[in-house]
């Protein structure tokens, strides 16, 4: 993080309270809904209700991560999971593209482990991939929406992606945070990029990783 912005107060005390002052009461408000997917979810995809997963947070610490289930466990005859399209029914499909599915992030952000606002939190077995400027995303704690995901998401390249995340570290602000949760708010109700091609993020961070191995192998990295 620059100098600018970890020294900043907002960045030392004010996020924090700004996180607990909308997760606090939102969690009230909403929690007729999580009731309602929570069941859904329940008697449509099975047990259990939350899908839970190791992603990466503040400084690249492990921690849950918390969303509303949206794929089912069906296999194959010979007990082999069908693939991630085959088991994606139609309530998941919904969940994902209103973003209900990541309701229960909220409890992380709660917890202190996430943020409202801030780099998404990806796999942990992506650590080892990221250049070193793009491991500065790792500086604050991982969002429920970030820039990036207002400024393109799935129509982002995997360089850009990364240059917006640290772009926000370096000028994470009040006003700017504000600014990602408005656009944010915008693009549920427009249903734009919505859903996330893991698959695709998985393919670039390959690609890139055999680049930058190759140059830290060459003594140029």
Wanted: glycine fraction near 8%.
């Amino acid at each position: 993080m620059s100098a600018k912005a970890s020294n900043s107060w907002y960045a030392r005390y004010g996020k924090r309270l700004f996180d607990l002052v909308l997760t606090i009461p939102g969690l009230i408000l909403i929690s007729p809904i999580l009731a309602v997917v929570a069941l859904l979810v329940r008697i449509k995809l099975g047990s259990p209700v939350l899908f839970r997963q190791q992603r990466p947070g503040l400084n690249g610490e492990p921690f849950t991560i918390y969303k509303f289930r949206t794929m089912t466990d069906e296999r194959d005859a010979e007990g082999n999971l069908l693939p991630n399209e085959q088991r994606l029914p139609r309530l998941g499909r919904i969940l994902r593209t209103t973003s209900l599915d990541e309701l229960p992030e909220l409890f992380n952000v709660l917890k202190g482990e996430m943020s409202i606002v801030g780099p998404r939190p990806l796999l942990m077995d992506y650590l080892p991939l990221y250049t070193l400027e793009q491991a500065r995303r790792h500086e604050v704690r991982g969002g429920i929406t970030g820039l990036a995901q207002v400024e393109g998401r799935n129509a982002l390249e995997f360089d850009d992606r990364f240059r917006l995340d640290v772009y926000y570290v370096d000028r994470m602000s009040l006003q700017l945070d504000i600014n990602i949760i408005i656009k944010t708010l915008a693009k549920i109700v427009k249903q734009e990029n919505i859903v996330v091609d893991e698959r695709a993020l998985r393919r670039q961070f390959e690609s890139t990783n055999q680049i930058y191995t190759s140059r830290k192998g060459n003594g140029n990295g």
